[in-house]
């Protein structure tokens, strides 16, 4: 076809980069990893058997050529691919799964979905699922990453996916938002040595495709619901970003893909802002980590949880639990010699609930 691009395997300097920014160029596989780096009629054969697919072909099968990582937490997978110019072709499953995903190259994608075509191009966020037959044709070398799970995991909004006629969603504060999250999320599930807290994660990734279909089912979602998504996915990226001291309102509607000013604006009216929300997750963090391990240092639980120094983390845990950490520690040490259980606060948790 005139206009599409020749190639022969993937350039070595495009490899690299796509390497690096997954941060696995060099790096070992943990267990929960999972690799592939084939080429030729034998990679299309591997990579067959490893999406599940029906068929998979290439315009050129000798110079075929795919990198692919992919993760598993609980019950979803974290998946980044850069292929050469191919067609994946999917049947009807019988345990269907969801997919969402995007690309970055340059470059159209097609999806034959039920027999009607879409493209989309970078950045453009796709929701599909294998209880319905569908191809994906790529004429350029591609880069998809993105999440898959069971279509069970999404109950009525599962229901709901399967009467969409479009798989493409459209551009919206909403999506964009939902891209950044998506990209960051794979990015570092698979550069991580481990997923900290895998359910987590499954939870933050789970609202977002729960938003996804509601947008495929309303179209534009309304002011009101797309606040409430911004509300949620802010709390979900806390509760994953807390342990790190950059965490910031700014450093949030980065994530986001938003300005500050906005994310402030879907918090107008909060019982607490942005800033206490991150310092309260530290604190609930620090409690846990004093009442699993009593012996563990203030300043280390202070890096741990994400305060600058053990002084900040003295200061808010005093004014949540009204004890310093180091009293919260002798006095759970003294109820693990005695009758077990959380150590008495004098009534500071009734006084600091929130």
Known sequence: ??????????????????????????????????????????????????????????????????????????????????HTPVRMTYGVSREPMVFVGLSSLPGPTTIDYDGTEYRYGPRQLVVLTSARAHARTTVQISDPLGVAMPLSLLGRQGEALLRMPSPVLPDTTLTRSATAFLTRFVTETISAPVTPNPRIDEYAVLDLVMSMVSQLRGGPIGSQDRGLYIREAT????????????LTATSLADLLNISRRQLYRYFD?????????????????????????????????AAAVGFANAATLRNNFQARYGVSPSVYQQRHRQSQGGRGGRPALDGAESRSAV
Do not use: K
């Open 1 to 82: 076809m005139q206009g599409e691009a020749v190639v022969q395997g993937l350039p070595r300097g495009l490899v690299e980069s796509w390497e690096a920014s997954l941060g696995r160029a060099g790096e070992p596989l943990g267990s929960s990893m999972r690799s592939l780096h084939a080429s030729g009629a034998t990679g299309l054969r591997r990579l067959c058997d490893g999406i599940s697919a029906d068929q998979v072909t290439a315009p050129e099968p000798e110079d075929f050529e795919i990198r692919a990582y992919a993760r598993r937490l609980v019950n979803i997978s974290a998946f980044a691919m850069l």
């Open 235 to 246: 709390r979900e990226l806390i509760d994953r970003y807390y342990a790190q001291t950059s």
């Open 269 to 301: 009216g909060a019982e607490l802002s942005i800033t206490e929300m991150i310092t309260q997750r530290r604190v609930q963090a620090a409690q846990e980590h004093l009442t699993a391990d009593p012996t563990m240092s203030v300043v280390d639980v």
